[in-house]
């Protein structure tokens, strides 16, 4: 053993003399340089060679100090440098309480310190700055496969950093006191961390749950201590601790993986142990600590080093109940961390007097174990030697580095959101009003008067001023007119409450108008929790959070006033088996009840769907939405009570609607029709009308009749129009959509009751129990709830560029029509609600379908029950998450290339890429590659050809190229993206 003090180590001034305390120390992964950090407030990087060899230590030639690093403003408590190539350096201080991340910028010129006469021979600049502690943050540790980073603080928290974005993972805050060491299990499945309230804690890392506490060690344990800084063998069988007690001996105690006791202590030291450090690698040792003749699993041991106040450093095995070495006096201040090299074969070590020391043991060369010995035994708790590998080529390494510089998105905390965890309120659209109230957002006042039946209650709610701040108004009523104002000013709400006999309330509606008779678009909400930028070059997809954006254009705009807040109710005539009577079961379901509508045709009391038909209003108006000024001020009216007189006989009058179209107060035209008006529309082609009587009128923008009208087998419960496209929803669940440009059909009348779960609810329609459910319908929509538990409802139908329909229901499920095959496909499930990418979208333009939809899901509200079953089952199966994600992200890029949205379907693409890196789906990848490639990889089966594009346009070659970078960052893929890299870049397919 050779043990030796470079003095030239050192954070002194030169002019001082003084040596601040080096607090932490770190061995590059290549041996060939160390970090220490100081009380100065600098980390510090230096040479090794001048340590291990004379000669280079006296050759000037050979710089010793090769780079100090000064962005810290407060002392720097821990070093530590990332694992297999050291890429990363990660550095920690107690003032700053922030945690900087350095890279290497390779070779480049000396440079001389600011301030200071020192020169950089190397340049290592910031990567990132993490921030989330509060207060001093006291040790770093990077898993064994540079996955995470874990920081521990003063604050009590640990912090789990990805460690590759660099984004925050999971931050673990119990009652802990202070951290004071953390260390990870080489396996990669728990995370340890020794607090000051004299206790280690062991974390999951499949849920980031505690798996034990231990206590009983460091009952006794002084609080003298500055760090506890543990360390977890190689093997991952035990974990040796620092600041433990048996009886009045300070001991290092160890821990043992299968019953997580401490029944082994390591007793020796006369004060407080600082320190634990494993050395990396296995060795074979005789009864005597000599190299044996026969090297079998017998004679392999662990190492450990120990360092603590009493100024001394201990080296122990598994082996032997005594140390191997043990070196005292050779500081004089406390022992603050220990640093092995690669190789097993020196250990560093730093001290308070700011000095350090180099312990070389050479007779270890001959008694390393190989590396497989060391993943055999990790192997035995499940760990994967597959996911550690080195690059094997330089095209490997430069597809890493490109990744490493791509700008990352934001994590959300997915599953926070999802359980609650956040309160806040999703913004509206255009003054929309949300199906819920906060009692944080409003004001309500509430005055009672007695009276001899009844009790009158009338509540004012004030909304606040605020536009950039999302506040919540009550819901509106389903019949209520929707407009809107720019105006910020507060808008007061009457409603009158009245309370019966019998207990029940009943609201009466109140109609929200505007005092302008033009709409115009509410201030554009900020996302709560991501800030999203306003350009349209380069869109991600975020992983979800409550996040609604907002999508511009009529293609693909928000549910207007046509549309009830609580959707179009349904009910259905399933095709579901009624349950058999038994006498011990339950009884059957009751059928949900269904709105009855103002005009019921014949055909709706035979049909298998039946949708709530509009009330007719009055008088209503319908304003356009859109970027179109032009088109923002065109304003339609319909008077459904118009009277009208015969010239012939002043005594005779009849009932009739008028339709008026006006721009800017002016009016442009107007027309005449028998049948009350239900709903309207209209786009820069044409104008429609939808009557009572089932019929649709069709103008053009000055007024002329381009057809006679359309008439359909029952009323209608919604119209859209969109250029050049019209389409109508009928109540007996009939959804139609015309080419009025082209007097063409897209879809003839294609019944959406597979969209209202027909499959699932029993087909019995008694007309007795129909009289029965209405009476009971109207009740319960007085007292303004949902009736209709179990069948979904209408919460907004779109057309697509392309003339496919998007219908939206309250059970957070979205559908498009296939017109190939003529079905419908459900594009969007509350199943898919634990993916990491749910309600996603990846821009603000009305370009983005998908986007659109995600926001407008959120909007709409609801929830399938299946989603709260979702939530449950992911608890308990985390491994679960990936599979459903990977899923998801599949789907969404069928949806993307059924819609003809091509910039989301190669962003989706890219997401599809990474996902499929990260869960090493090594098939997939194949097949994946395979069909963008196409021939000769991928053969024609039956004559069948090869697309070289998709959706017409989109070079699948090109899309490779895009993605194969993406791939490349799993090393295990690595062969691989190789060889596609070498085929997609060959002269042959340029």
């Known amino acids: 053993m050779i043990i030796s003090k470079p003095h030239w180590i050192s954070h002194a001034e030169r002019e001082k003399g003084v040596k601040p305390a080096i607090y932490s120390i770190h ?45 810290h403003s407060g002392a720097v408590l821990c070093v530590r440098w990332s694992n297999n190539e050291g890429r990363y350096l990660a550095s920690s201080s107690d003032n700053d309480n922030v945690i900087i991340v350095w890279e290497s910028e390779g070779e480049s010129f000396a440079t001389t310190v600011f301030g200071s006469s020192e020169v950089n021979y190397e340049t290592w600049r910031p990567k990132q700055y993490l921030r989330g502690h509060d207060s001093d943050v006291q040790d770093l540790a990077w898993s064994r496969d540079n996955v995470y980073l874990a920081s521990g ?31 990870w299990d080489p396996v990669g499945k ?52 620092a600041n433990a007690t048996n009886g009045a001996h300070c001991v290092a105690a160890i821990i ?131 996911s550690s590998q080195l690059p094997e080529s330089t095209l490997q390494l430069d597809i890493e580095d490109t990744n490493a510089k791509q700008p990352k998105p934001t994590t959300a905390r997915r599953f926070a959101d999802l359980m609650g965890e956040t309160t806040e309120t999703l913004p509206t659209p255009n003054g929309q009003l949300p199906d819920k109230t906060s009692s944080s957002s409003s004001t309500t006042t509430t005055t009672t008067a007695a009276a001899a039946n009844t009790t009158t209650t009338t509540t004012t709610t004030t909304q606040g001023e605020n536009s950039s701040t999302t506040t919540t108004q009550p819901s509106r009523p389903a019949d209520a007119d929707f407009t809107s104002s720019s105006s910020n000013q507060p808008t007061v709400l009457q409603q009158t409450v009245t309370v019966g006999k019998d207990g029940k309330r009943r609201i009466k509606p109140v109609t929200i108008r505007s005092s302008s008779s033009a709409v115009s678009p509410g201030p554009r909400p900020a996302s709560p929790k991501v800030q999203s930028t306003q350009h349209t070059g380069i869109v991600e997809a975020r992983p979800a959070a409550n996040v609604v954006r907002w999508v511009d254009g009529i293609t693909y705009d928000f549910p207007e006033s046509n549309i009830p ?20 079961g339950t009884p059957p379901r009751k059928r949900p009840a269904w709105i009855d509508s103002a005009l019921l045709p014949p055909a709706a009391a035979r049909s298998q769907v039946r949708l709530g038909v509009p009330k007719i209003r009055a008088n209503f108006v319908w304003t356009p939405r859109g970027n179109d000024k032009q088109n923002k001020a065109i304003l339609m009216e319909c008077d459904n009570h118009n009277t009208g007189t015969n010239n012939t006989s002043a005594s005779t009058t009849w009932d009739c609607a008028r339709l008026s179209v006006s721009s800017h107060g002016k009016k442009l035209w107007h027309d005449y029709l028998p049948s009350a008006i239900m709903l309207m529309g209209g786009c820069h082609e044409f104008y429609a009308a939808a009557c009572e009587d089932g019929s649709v009128h069709l103008y053009s923008s000055t007024g002329r009749r381009i057809l006679p009208p359309i008439v359909l087998e029952s009323t209608i419960v919604l119209l859209r129009c969109s250029d050049p496209w019209l389409v109508c929803l009928t109540a007996t669940g009939l959804l139609y959509t015309w080419d009025v440009s082209k007097l063409s059909s897209r879809l003839d009348g294609v019944s959406i009751a597979p969209l209202l779960r027909v499959a699932q609810i029993p087909g019995s329609l008694d007309e007795d129990e129909d009289e029965e459910d209405e009476e009971e319908e109207d009740e319960e929509e007085e007292d303004g709830e949902d009736g209709d538990k179990d ?37 969007s499930d509350a199943w898919y609600i634990v993916s990491e990418f749910w309600n996603s979208s990846l821009g603000h333009p009305s370009d983005y379908p998908l986007g659109w939809l995600s926001a407008a899901m959120t909007l709409n509200g609801g929830l399938d029950p299946i989603g709260k ?122």
């Not at 604050?155 to 990805?162: A, L, Q, R, T």
């Open 153 to 183: 603080s003063v604050d009590g928290s640990v912090i789990v950093w990805n460690g590759t974005t660099f984004d925050q993972v999971r931050r673990i805050e119990q009652q802990g006191g202070f951290v004071k060491g953390i260390t």
């Open 190 to 241: 728990f995370i340890a961390a020794q607090y000051d309230n004299k206790m280690l804690k062991i974390w999951r890392t499949s849920d980031w749950n505690v798996e034990q506490e231990i206590r009983a060690p460091f009952i006794n344990a002084p609080s003298t201590t500055f760090f506890r800084r543990p360390s977890w063998a190689p093997t991952g069988t035990q974990i040796v601790t």
């Open 869 to 990: 079953v979702m939530l449950n089952f992911v608890e308990g199966n985390k491994e679960a998450v990936g599979t459903i994600t990977l899923s998801h992200i599949e789907i969404q890029l069928a949806v993307a290339a059924l819609l003809n949205s091509k910039s989301e379907y190669r962003q989706w693409l890219k997401i599809y890429a990474k996902k499929l890196s990260a869960e090493n789906a090594q098939e997939k990848v194949k097949e994946l590659c395979h069909w963008l490639i196409g021939p000769p990889l991928l053969p024609c089966v039956d004559g069948r050809h090869w697309e070289p594009t998709v959706m017409d346009s989109l070079s699948k070659q090109d899309l490779l190229r895009d993605i194969l970078p993406l791939l490349g960052t799993n090393r295990q893929l690595q062969r691989l993206i190789n060889e596609y890299n070498t085929y997609i870049n060959s002269p042959a397919t340029l």
């Open 256 to 386: 043992s993986r299968e019953e997580w006791v401490a029944d082994v202590s390591l007793v020796g030291h006369k004060c407080p142990i600082e320190v634990a450090s494993f050395n990396p690698h296995l060795f074979y040792l005789g009864e005597n600590g000599e190299n044996p003749a026969e090297k079998s699993s017998e004679h392999l041991s662990t190492v450990c080093a120990l360092g603590g106040q009493d100024r001394s450093i201990s080296i122990w095995t598994t082996k032997f109940e005594r140390p191997l070495a043990v070196a005292t006096d050779i500081f004089e201040g406390n022992v603050y961390d220990l640093s092995w090299t690669p190789d097993g074969q020196a250990l560093f070590a730093c001290a308070h007097d700011g000095t350090v020391a180099c312990i070389r043991l050479p007779e270890f060369s001959e008694q390393i174990a190989p590396e497989d010995q060391v993943l055999r035994q990790l192997a035995a708790f499940g760990y994967n030697s597959e």
């Open 27 to 71: 061995v590059h992964p290549d041996g060939k340089r160390i970090a220490t950090g100081s009380l100065d407030t600098t980390v510090r990087i230096w040479n090794t060679d001048p340590i291990f060899d004379e000669t280079a230590e006296s050759n000037p030639d050979c710089h010793k100090l090769l780079c100090t690093l000064a962005r």
């Open 565 to 584: 807040a609580s959707g179009i109710g349904s009910v259905v005539a399933g095709n579901k088996r009624e349950p058999m009577e038994v006498d011990q």
């Open 791 to 827: 069948t979904p409802k209408i919460k907004d139908v779109r057309i697509q560029k392309n003339g496919l329909p998007l219908v939206i229901t309250n059970y957070q499920q979205a559908f498009t029509y296939h017109p190939g095959m003529k079905v419908w496909l459900r594009i």
